[in-house]
Nanobody
């Protein structure tokens, strides 16, 4: 079993940037496909990005493509989400999640372990 802890959220102005981190403990992060999801106020949780075990393959939601970058450092047991050109509609709680399956999925139900989330607020 792996424990995940997100950090790096905060309040920023539109156009700003943040780097979210997800630190894993309990098991080696390289055992998992890693994803980032978010839940905006009053909305369903939605897929943001995922990265495969080696870090060589990534996938993004259309709404964040070109602005968000997911990466991982398996030696540090950490996954990152670089968020640039932030928009008010990016305001949400951001969660990292770990998937045991060999098939990378955008579906939250496929992920086995979740962090507690970190709040990102974009406002002028």
């Amino acid at each position: 079993q792996v424990q995940l802890v997100e950090s790096g959220g905060g309040s920023v102005q539109p156009g700003g940037s943040l780097i979210l981190s997800c630190a894993a403990s309990g098991r080696t992060l390289s055992s998992y496909i890693m994803g980032w999801f978010r839940r905006a106020p009053g909305k369903e949780r939605e897929f943001v990005a995922l990265v495969n075990r080696s870090g060589g393959t990534t996938l993004y939601a259309d709404s964040v493509k070109g602005r968000f970058t997911i990466s991982r450092d398996n030696a540090k047991n950490t996954v990152y989400l670089q968020i640039d050109s932030l928009k008010p509609e990016d305001t949400a709680v951001y969660y990292c999640a770990a998937e045991v399956s060999v098939f990378a999925s955008r579906r939250a139900s496929e992920y086995d372990y979740w962090g507690q989330g970190t709040q990102v607020t974009v406002s002028s």
